[in-house]
């Protein structure tokens, strides 16, 4: 397929950045996801999925922990989780993805975040028909030849495999993260740039000078948002 995930480089320098922000927002979606089910990894895939993410991001273990301990006490937060679609620029894509206990205050910070940034908000449906689920894991220090060795031993199944910013990105159905990994991890791997089950574009769009800057600030303006989790787009 050859579909380039766009937000490596993206991904990579907010590690370094606006880590409190960052940190605030895994320690959330921690509490959320174990809510859901059991507050152990083991027993919750959805809380594997996000501590797996956590990790590449080097969320310090205190606010993992703190998470886990709220969801297993007696707090009774109501978190719901919401997508918004819009279009940026020139036509451009995008998919935003919210945890709020306050639906009109998301709704109405989301929608204004796309007006005063060239953007507008969509109907239900307008992009996502445009993206597809899929589980990314990446790998530095490793060929793709030898990537796909490892996934071929473990007879595991994958959509693609490309390399990025000297990254090899594997991309398989949502289905397959964890299978995935373990292939890695029987391969004595046990650290990924990249693990997560992510929203890529069908396709990618370039925008002139003018609009990539204007889509830039749409883009920060949406994931500053105390209540926004994630964003995608289909902007090379």
């Known amino acids: 397929m050859g579909r380039k995930w766009n937000n490596i480089k993206e991904k990579k320098a907010s590690k370094d950045a606006n880590t409190s922000r960052i940190y605030a927002k895994f320690g959330l979606e921690i509490y959320v996801a174990a809510r859901k089910g059991e507050p152990d990894p083991e027993a919750n895939r959805a809380l594997k999925v996000v501590l797996e993410r956590a990790k590449t991001y080097n969320v310090p273990r205190a606010i993992i922990d703190r998470a886990l301990d709220k969801a297993k006490g007696n707090a009774d937060e109501i978190y719901e989780e919401l997508r918004y679609e819009g279009f940026g620029p020139n036509g451009a894509m995008v998919i935003v993805d919210t ?12 929608r204004a975040a796309f007006s005063k940034n060239g953007g507008n908000m969509g109907v239900n449906g307008s992009v996502a028909y445009m993206f597809d689920q899929t589980a990314v894991i990446g790998l530095e220090d490793k060929s793709m030849d030898e990537v796909m ?10 959509r693609d495999i490309v390399e990025e910013d000297d990254i090899v990105l594997v991309h398989a159905d949502p289905e397959q993260f964890h299978a995935v990994q373990e292939a890695f991890k029987q391969a004595n791997i046990q650290d990924f740039a990249i693990a997560e089950v992510t929203m890529l574009a069908q396709n990618y769009v370039s925008l002139p000078d003018d609009s990539q800057t204007q889509f830039a600030k749409l883009i920060d303006a949406l994931e500053d948002l105390e209540d926004v989790q994630q964003v995608y787009h289909n902007v090379e």
């Open 99 to 110: 945890l709020t206990n306050n639906v009109n205050r998301t709704a109405s910070s989301v």
């Open 149 to 158: 060795e490892i996934l071929l031993e473990a007879d595991v199944d994958v």
